[in-house]
């Protein structure tokens, strides 16, 4: 059983800063990609940010140029770096990581004020 844990949610004011991790439970190499997903109030759960296990990247277009998602191999920890963030990013976010098979985090909640 593949176990995802975030950490570093929070409140921040409106472009401040946030960077998210998220560490599995198995080596990055078994899953074929990892990123995070977000579900703000009342709206669906979208992606945000995804690293293949090949390095390739892929950005909703709401966050390109503020977000950024990178890893660190030897933790099998994924991370989302958020700069300039709008109350708009306001949501809870999910840890994603796919072999095969989705796994998924419990969430965790950043809330960006005015």
């Known amino acids: 059983q593949v176990q995802l844990m975030e950490s570093g949610g929070g409140s921040v004011q409106a472009g401040g800063s946030l960077r998210l991790s998220c560490a599995a439970s198995?080596?990055?190499?078994?899953?074929?990609?990892m990123g995070w997903y977000r579900q703000p109030p009342g709206k669906q759960r979208n992606l945000v940010a995804l690293?293949?296990?090949?390095?390739?990247?892929n950005y909703d277009d709401a966050v390109k140029g503020r977000f950024t998602i990178s890893r660190d191999n030897a933790k099998n920890t994924v991370y989302l770096q958020m700069n300039s963030l709008k109350p708009e990013d306001t949501a809870v976010y999910y840890c994603?990581?796919?072999?095969?098979?989705?796994?998924w985090g419990p969430g965790t909640q950043v809330t960006v004020s005015e």
């Open positions: 994603y990581a796919n072999s095969g098979v989705n796994y």
């Open positions: 198995r080596s990055w190499v078994s899953f074929n990609a």
């Open positions: 690293l293949t296990r090949e390095g390739r990247t």
